[in-house]
């Protein structure tokens, strides 16, 4: 028995098996990507050599690695030009990306495929960028200098126009319009789905100069639009530059054209408008300096109608097909509904922390500004209204307004803190709320503009 068992052992293979196995070993242990890559290749080149010269040509063995080899070393190519250092071709792109794109985790390769399409203008002062009532061709963020937004307001004594805000280096110009416009093209994609629909959307007028600065982006090929009426969206102030500025701006049938070709862009840049659109929002709210009287009221908790947070997500959160129902639950566990038992009930109150943020189930709001006497009412809000969409979208948490019931109301509420951490748990989350809170901050600024005229 003990000659049979020693038969039986056979000697340890030669040191390029070995060799393999070990560069297999160090491969399950691998975190990075290419060193996964390079050590799966140089395991299969040493099985290939073995069956090579140690088994007198295996071929089986020999070919079967070989393959893997080469399939390796491409992977491993395709990584490394992946890597290889982006370099913009102007100062403004590396100076955009740093300051509003490389924070949300852009990478410069998709930066660099989206801004190869944006051309660079220069404004001198008290020159127009745009009329109030002219229509939206481009989509622009301000790269240097300050411009002054205006709006036509009706007086006793004529039409005057007066400032509404002032832009910054790094302000986007028209945010509002971009994020009301694309949000109704995604839901309409949503219901239809057609092909293309993305690349006719806008046509360029014949009015409009041509610039020296336009780059074709080598990576995307944008049809040219049909000739087909097309609606533009008006914007409902005017801006004109007050010092010599610069502008980084992206026409709007390219900007599409591109988020339909980098689908992992769209995400970012709705947070970075619909943070932009909070901001104004709040500029907009402090510059009403009128006082109110405050009403107290009461309210309560209720319980949760499964039936209402079905219709809640189909209306007010668009039936978003992307979020599974497992995450989809799990956002309305976290949340707690609200019913309001009478009108003058305060809601929020101006000058205090908002801890939620919430929209209106059923009944009506009044946004005011001010306290003590003569109230200035700026808007009304209606169901699908969000509470506390600019304070949750920016860092700054205290209310510039006063909100309270006109009459009975039920109100969905999320927590602020505990919803941003929902968010990070479930990042499909956070490209809905940027888009939802997004649409409702640029139609709630629209309404605030119009109620100004």
């Known amino acids: 028995d003990d000659i049979i068992f020693d038969e039986m052992i056979y000697p340890a293979n030669h040191w390029l098996y070995q060799l393999s196995n070990t560069f297999l070993l160090i491969s399950y242990v691998a975190f990075d990507l290419l060193f996964l890559r390079i050590v799966l290749a140089l395991a299969s080149l040493c099985y290939s050599l073995w069956g090579l010269l140690i088994l007198d040509i295996s071929l089986d063995t020999t070919l079967w690695n070989g393959v893997f080899f080469l399939i390796n070393v491409a992977q491993a190519i395709r990584i490394l030009y992946g890597r290889r250092p982006i370099k913009f071709e102007r100062v403004e792109d590396d100076t955009v990306y740093s300051q509003v794109f490389a924070p949300l985790g852009v990478s410069r ?14 404004y001198k002062p008290d020159q127009n960028y745009i009329e109030e009532g002219s229509e939206v061709h481009n989509l622009s963020i301000l790269l240097s200098g300050k411009m002054v937004v205006k709006k036509k307001v009706k007086r006793d004594d004529g039409i005057k126009e007066v400032v509404l805000s002032q832009l910054t280096p790094y302000d986007w110009l028209e945010s509002p319009e971009w994020i009301a416009y694309f949000s109704g093209k995604k839901s309409k994609r949503r219901e239809k789905k057609p092909s293309n629909i993305i690349k006719r959307i806008f046509k360029r007028t014949n009015s409009e100069p041509e610039l020296e600065n336009h780059v074709s982006l080598d990576s995307i090929e944008v049809q040219q639009p049909e000739s087909i009426p097309i ?25 599409l054209a591109c988020l339909d070709k980098i689908p992992n862009m769209s995400v970012p840049l709705s947070s970075i408008i619909g943070a932009d659109v909070a901001k104004k929002l709040l500029l907009q709210t402090q510059r009403s300096d009128d006082i109110t009287n405050q009403h107290s009221g009461h309210s309560k908790s209720c319980r949760k109608p499964h039936d209402e947070e079905e219709k809640l997500w189909a209306s007010v959160f668009q039936g978003n097909s992307e979020i599974s129902e497992y995450v989809r639950k799990k956002f309305f566990a976290i ?37 003590d006497d003569g109230d200035r009412r700026l ?51 956070i490209g809905m709320l940027s888009s939802v809170l997004g649409a409702d901050l640029a139609l709630t600024l629209k309404k605030y503009e119009q109620s100004l005229a």
Not at 342 to 352: D, I, K, L
Not at 398 to 420: A, K
Request: proline share 2%; charged share 25%; aromatic share 6%.
């Open 109 to 122: 390769v998709d930066f660099k495929a989206l801004v190869r399409h944006s051309l660079i203008r220069h």
């Open 231 to 255: 609606t533009h969206n008006a914007i409902g102030v005017s801006i004109k530059a007050i010092e010599d500025v610069t502008v980084m701006s992206w026409p709007i049938e390219n900007m």
């Open 379 to 429: 808007q009304h809000l209606s169901d699908g209204s969000f509470i506390g969409a600019s304070e949750y979208m920016v860092e700054n948490k205290i209310s510039q307004v006063t909100i309270r019931s006109m009459e009975p109301c039920i109100m969905c509420s999320w927590n602020q803190m505990e919803l941003h951490a929902f968010a990070l748990e479930n990042p499909s989350i």
């Open 335 to 371: 949340s707690r509904w609200r019913k309001i038992l009478r009108a003058g009930t305060t809601v929020v109150r101006e000058g205090e922390e908002v801890e939620d943020l919430s929209v209106l189930v059923s009944g009506k709001l009044e946004v005011i500004k001010g306290e």
